[in-house]
């Protein structure tokens, strides 16, 4: 594993990010809660560089989507927990037009265009199921760009509950990295997220429905601004309102389930859901 040659690669980016003449940015973030987190992560930094930002968020990569937003030259566009598995595809497309930086944690394609630069720890030796989550990759780059980014620690740890171990290699050197600046608070398994007075698995949670279940009804910009501010009144009754569509659609997937059946082929076992989640 070699953090140091992360440490150049990044220090590398950050250099051709300051030489662009344009103060606005394209930023694309993932939908789930890590992408969430990512996308605040970065927004806010950039932000506070005096960029102005243009974020929306996708699902997946969408061929004619990259097509479009580097169709121009001249631009900086960023990719916050998406974009490494296609960086090869983001690459042909960019044709060195534009400078763009990826941030992800998922197997990464290689990069073939000097101006895309995919920051994915992957490529060092770290693993992104484990070590490091999409947010934490995020984080780091700004902690290099500001070292006044640290206030934004725990947007690493909250998106590091998807990970399924405790945590270990750079998700703890960001964990203990809040704990010590006062960031985060620790009582037994409880980390409270300081600023916001909320615990890091109840952040998760509620922005996995904000993505996921809002993510046609301005859902992803919702959670976005809950990462950064916390759950506003109208945040919560929009989770609670999205939260219960859920598990009422759920329920009745369940029983169509069970009087439909599977049905059967001589590998496959299938259902067909039809329009049942249609919008989410």
Known sequence: MSFEEFGKKVGIAIS????TRSKEITLVYHDDA?????????KAA??????KVKAFCLEKIYPEVVEDIHKSEGETIFYSDIGSAHADFISEVNSSRNLTIILDHHDPMPSKDPKVFDLNLEHYGFQGETDFSGATCNYLFVKALN???????YLALV????IPVDYTSLNKVVFEEAQKNGVVKVTGKRIEIVKLGVRVDDLFAKLQILGAVGYYEGGPELGVQASL???SDRVKQKIDEWEEKRKRLNKQLIIRLYRERLRETPHIQWFDAGDMYKGM
Do not use: F, M, P
């Not at 890590?34 to 970065?42: E, F, V």
């Not at 950039?46 to 960029?51: K, T, V």
């Not at 070292?147 to 620690?153: C, G």
């Open 16 to 19: 051709e990010l300051k030489k």
């Open 34 to 42: 890590d992408g969430l987190c990512s996308g605040a992560i970065t």
């Open 46 to 51: 950039l932000e506070r560089e005096g960029y």
């Open 147 to 153: 070292e006044h980014n640290i206030d934004l620690s």
């Open 159 to 162: 998106d590091s509950q998807e």
């Open 229 to 231: 501010q916390g759950i």
